[in-house]
T-cell receptor, first 111, second 120 residues
Framework: TQLLEQSPQFLSIQEGENLTVYCNSS?????LQWYRQEPGEGPVLLVT?????EVKKLKRLTFQFGDARKDSSLHITAAQPGDTGLYLC???????????FGKGTKLSVIP | GAGVSQSPSNKVTEKGKDVELRCDPI?????LYWYRQSLGQGLEFLIY????????KSGLPSDRFSAERTGGSVSTLTIQRTQQEDSAVYLC??????????????????FGPGTRLTVL
């Protein structure tokens, strides 16, 4: 069974601060996705990374896939209150349509 | 609307009753997934439909859970004899392709807003 551990589970920071969320596994994934979920809504895909060492940027968000494709990180620069939400990572194994989700990091950005 | 829709948005039921949850996927999406999200937990895979292939039911937690997809579109998740531990948000997602030339591959999944089920 593939497991994804996310840390931290909860994060409360002031507006303008930087933060990093981690997603770790002992398994290798063919691709890894990051989602953001707001209360009362389903998760929305932010990015997919597929290549070991890959770095993708989405405005103030930087996503990195580990060289061994077992871990990933999400870094947010100058966090804004609009970044508040639950951030989920999800990995897909080789040749699989199933996604394994982490438990999520609940981020609160205080104005 | 072009997104995935689910109904009802909230469902409160008594222990032992049956419930049906509905999912309308994005038109043209051949793959459909059901997940369960409990408080403090990640998304737990329940069942997967792809075209006319037999569904992957490997995530269903017990035989009280079943799902069907009619005409390759709308799906219904049924929970019989509900228990309090069934309380959770049930999410549906659809994607364009789940299977290409016999090779399974994950594609971008678009999620509905979920149905919050509360079993008293």
């Amino acid at each position: 069974t593939q497991l994804l551990e996310q840390s931290p589970q909860f994060l409360s920071i002031q507006e303008g601060e930087n933060l990093t969320v981690y997603c770790n596994s002992s398994s290798v994934f063919s691709s890894l996705q990051w989602y953001r979920q707001e209360p009362g809504e389903g998760p929305v895909l932010l990015v997919t990374v597929v290549t070991g060492g890959e770095v993708k940027k989405l405005k103030r968000l930087t996503f990195q896939f580990g060289d061994a494709r077992k871990d990933s990180s999400l870094h947010i620069t100058a966090a804004q209150p609009g970044d508040t939400g639950l951030y989920l990572c999800a990995g897909a194994g080789a040749g699989s349509y199933q996604l394994t989700f982490g438990k999520g990091t609940k981020l609160s950005v205080i104005p | 609307g072009a997104g995935v829709s689910q109904s009802p948005s909230n469902k409160v039921t008594e222990k032992g009753k049956d419930v049906e949850l509905r999912c309308d996927p994005i038109s043209g999406h051949t793959a459909l997934y059901w997940y369960r999200q409990s408080l403090g937990q990640g998304l737990e895979f329940l069942i997967y439909f792809q075209g006319n292939s037999a569904p992957d039911k490997s995530g269903l937690p017990s035989d009280r859970f079943s799902a069907e997809r009619t005409g390759g579109s709308v799906s219904t998740l049924t929970i019989q004899r509900t228990q309090q531990e069934d309380s959770a948000v049930y999410l549906c997602a659809s994607s364009l392709v789940g299977l290409i030339a016999g090779v399974s591959m994950a594609d971008t999944q678009y999620f509905g807003p979920g149905t919050r089920l509360t079993v008293l």
